[in-house]
T-cell receptor, first 117, second 113 residues
């Protein structure tokens, strides 16, 4: 069975500090996708990134960066120079859609990030 | 604008009543999903549908029912058989390919009194 663990339930930082969100996953599949979604106070989840299991290159998008390490089954997310608008709940997710039809994602429990001015 | 509309945003229900949550999308997506969100537990899949007139149970389908009579609509009924229905419900859609990118609505918060 697939599992995604986000050990940090809540992180509080002061604006401009960096914050790293941990994500550890379990799967028996050799091919899979990993995702990060952001849930602002409005409620809807917003897609941030998708990474397939064959691509271990780190990725940077503006103030966001992701570190995928297959050897440790981790897909960590860092927000650099945090801003108040980054305050949200962040979810890591795993998909096995390569062999099963339908985008069935397994989500972690989420990490609430609070950025104080 | 294209997107997913869920209604109502807030709903109160007495025990023993069925309620139906609406989900409409104008993204022309083939696949639609219902997730339940509880504090600290992330999102759990209730039902999903890859095509009109077809749907599959997710991980926690007991006490719920769905229909997919139109491509743009995927209503969820929370029946009286659902033992702990108070939660935040999120509807999503996707192209139905393997990209995994889901588009979410703003959710419906159901409270059972």
């Amino acid at each position: 069975a697939q599992k995604v663990t986000q050990a940090q339930t809540e992180i509080s930082v002061v604006e401009k500090e960096d914050v790293t969100l941990d994500c550890v996953y379990e799967t028996r599949d050799t091919t899979y996708y990993l995702f990060w979604y952001k849930q602002p106070p409005s409620g809807e989840l917003v897609f941030l990134i998708r990474r397939n299991s064959f691509d271990e290159q780190n990725e940077i998008s503006g103030r966001y960066s992701w570190n995928f390490q297959k050897s440790t089954s981790s897909f960590n997310f860092t927000i650099t120079a945090s801003q108040v608008v980054d305050s949200a709940v962040y979810f890591c997710a795993l998909s096995d859609t390569i062999k099963a039809a339908g985008n069935k994602l397994t989500f972690g429990g989420g990490t609430r990030v609070l950025v104080k001015p | 604008d294209g997107g997913i509309t869920q209604s109502p945003k807030y709903l109160f229900r007495k025990e023993g009543q069925n309620v139906t949550l609406s989900c409409e999308q104008n993204l022309n997506h083939d696949a639609m999903y219902w997730y339940r969100q509880d504090p600290g537990q992330g999102l759990r899949l209730i039902y999903y549908s890859q095509i009109v007139n077809d749907f599959q149970k997710g991980d926690i389908a007991e006490g719920y029912s769905v229909s997919r009579e139109k491509k743009e609509s995927f209503p969820l009924t929370v029946t009286s058989a659902q033992k702990n229905p108070t939660a935040f419900y999120l509807c999503a859609s996707s192209m139905g390919d393997y990209t995994g990118e889901l588009f979410f609505g703003e959710g419906s918060r159901l409270t059972v009194l």
